[in-house]
């Protein structure tokens, strides 16, 4: 099995900066990429950022120059550091990752969430 645990979450005000972090354990053999989606209330889970074993990003158009995804593939940790904070950023926070883990009868895929982490952006 593999785990997720988010941290960094809290109250900021709009204009302000948080760091989240997302740490993975477990049987862990590969990890292939992890992202950040992110649940407003009333709306659908949406992805907010990505990043691939090899570096490539991706983020949704409102985020772009304001939030900033990095992998730490020795450590199987995600982050996001976002900045410029806006109450539409409103949400709960989730790391989700995807890769292969060992298992007692050989490697299988895994595609995992986080419990989430709270931001909440407001004066």
């Known amino acids: 099995q593999v785990q997720l645990v988010e941290s960094g979450g809290g109250l900021v005000q709009p204009g302000g900066s948080l760091r989240l972090s997302c740490a993975a354990s477990?049987?862990?053999?590969?990890?292939?990429?992890m992202a950040w989606y992110r649940q407003a209330p009333g709306k659908e889970r949406e992805l907010v950022a990505s990043?691939?074993?090899?570096?490539?990003?991706n983020y949704t158009d409102s985020v772009k120059a304001r939030f900033t995804i990095s992998m730490d593939n020795a450590k199987n940790t995600v982050t996001l550091q976002m900045n410029s904070l806006k109450p539409e950023d409103t949400a709960v926070y989730f790391c989700?990752?995807?890769?292969?883990?060992?298992?007692?009868?050989?490697?299988?895929?895994?595609?995992?969430w986080g419990q989430g982490t709270q931001v909440t952006v407001s004066s």
């Open positions: 989700n990752a995807g890769g292969f883990r060992g298992d007692p009868s050989g490697m299988r895929a895994f595609n995992t």
């Open positions: 477990g049987s862990i053999f590969r990890i292939n990429a």
């Open positions: 990043i691939t074993r090899g570096d490539i990003t």
